[in-house]
């Protein structure tokens, strides 16, 4: 063999060598960017478990326990089984701190006209305890699609003021319309 081949056999060799590490940090940096980007995607999990996901921003101030909104909404078992849904009904009315302990921590995340999707584990939502007849297995996680159609602040504490009111008011008193 040359001595000239000799020689260049391991320049090749490193050369080569460097090729495939450029190629790997290449790849690396490749998935470290798409990990950054669709972080959009993957939302945020919460200490209690709840993963929450803003598909479309919404503006204003975020909802508070004893606000009342209005959303449209889809619920759905892990397996796609949709359980409960506004459609065909319209926006639904509801207290947020008055809904399962992983809906109520979901809305407060959420401002008007946003739209989000929630996964609530088992333990957040009905746990061992479905409602009677519904196609909820217990110990099932939910996911949610919900719009926030409206938000009306207070909406509990004037409930409740109403409901005392009403409470306080003489048997003989005219019905309130």
């Known amino acids: 063999m040359p001595a000239t081949t000799v020689a260049n056999s391991p320049s090749r060799r490193t050369g080569v060598g460097k090729l495939w590490l450029g190629l790997l940090a290449l790849v690396a940096a490749g998935i470290a960017l798409a990990w950054i980007g669709a972080g959009s995607l993957r939302g945020e999990t919460t200490s209690s478990g709840l993963q929450f996901r803003t598909v479309q921003a919404g503006a204003g101030p975020q909802i ?19 359980f409960d849904s506004s459609e065909g009904r319209g926006p639904t009315p509801m207290i947020a701190g008055q809904v399962i302990p992983g809906f109520a921590e979901a809305l407060t995340k959420m401002q008007k006209g946003g739209r989000y999707r929630i996964h609530i584990p088992a333990k957040l939502g009905y746990g061992a305890s479905p409602p009677a007849g519904s196609p909820i297995p217990a110990d099932s996680d939910l996911e949610f699609d919900v719009h926030v159609v409206q938000i009306v602040p207070n909406a509990a504490l004037m409930q409740r003021a109403q409901q005392e009111a009403v409470g306080a008011q003489p048997e003989t008193a005219p019905p309130q319309p």
């Open 64 to 82: 508070k326990a004893v606000d009342g909104v209005l959303i449209e909404y889809e619920g759905r078992l892990l397996n796609g089984t949709v």
